[in-house]
Nanobody
Framework: VQLQASGGGNVQAGGSLRLSCKAS????????MGWFRQAPGKEREFVSA????????FYADSVKARFTISRDTTKNTMYLQINGLKPEDTAAYYC?????????????????WGQGTLVTVSS
């Protein structure tokens, strides 16, 4: 599976962005896709995930009020709508695919990773 993330940018606090992640290659209909982020000097952290077949969603507590994950199975694309951006959201955002059911919040559960898209939020 190949993943191409896009949509990052430089925004003012309070602004919005929509990240996209397009998948190609092998099927992962039984699995899920996820978003993680990594700020400079920090570990990669779980943001959100969505099961591919049913569209069930999962969020980190720190983002659930402002982030919305979705997917378009016809386009093999996952999205992350981010509203009310804060400086602490500044990070590289990575999308990932897990081909089989399992933990959604553990990076090691995902077999494929995109290259990351950078989000920078200024105050």
């Amino acid at each position: 599976v190949q993943l191409q993330a896009s949509g990052g940018g430089n925004v003012q606090a309070g602004g919005s962005l929509r990240l996209s992640c397009k998948a190609s290659g092998d099927s992962f209909s039984n699995g899920h896709m996820g978003w993680f982020r990594q700020a400079p000097g920090k570990e990669r952290e779980f943001v959100s995930a969505i099961t591919w077949s049913q569209g069930s969603t999962f969020y980190a507590d720190s983002v659930k009020a402002r982030f919305t994950i979705s997917r378009d199975t016809t386009k093999n694309t996952m999205y992350l709508q981010i509203n009310g951006l804060k400086p602490e959201d500044t990070a590289a955002y990575y999308c990932a695919v897990a081909r089989y059911p399992g933990r959604k919040d553990v990076p090691g559960e995902y077999e494929y990773w995109g290259q990351g898209t950078l989000v920078t939020v200024s105050s």
